[in-house]
């Protein structure tokens, strides 16, 4: 009996370590991206900022740097965003 309640503790344990890498992984936040520029017309890895626009629904906002720019700031008027 005892066995059994611990393999139970273990497994809803598990389940709420899959779920946290879920929500983590692919949540809201800073998450890399492969998108094609609409300006330069080239393949470019930005980092955006995705944010939840409503429930359930994640939605990119800002770009924080792109590949094509280096370390300069992003001053491109950002059409990518709405291609990610």
């Known amino acids: ?3 059994i309640m611990a ?3 273990f497994g809803v344990l598990v ?5 946290a890498h879920g929500i983590w992984k692919w949540g809201p936040g800073l998450r890399k991206r492969s998108v094609r520029c609409p300006e330069k017309r080239v393949h470019a890895r ?4 995705q944010r939840e626009a409503e429930f359930g629904c994640l939605r ?3 770009v924080k740097e792109c590949s ?3 370390n300069a700031p992003v001053a491109c008027s950002k ?3 709405a291609r990610l």
């Open 46 to 49: 930005v980092l955006a900022d």
């Open 60 to 62: 990119a906002t800002e």
């Open 68 to 70: 094509l720019l280096g």
């Open 1 to 3: 009996m005892n066995s």
């Open 79 to 81: 059409g990518c965003i």
């Open 15 to 19: 389940c709420w370590a899959v779920l």
């Open 7 to 9: 393999l139970e503790v």
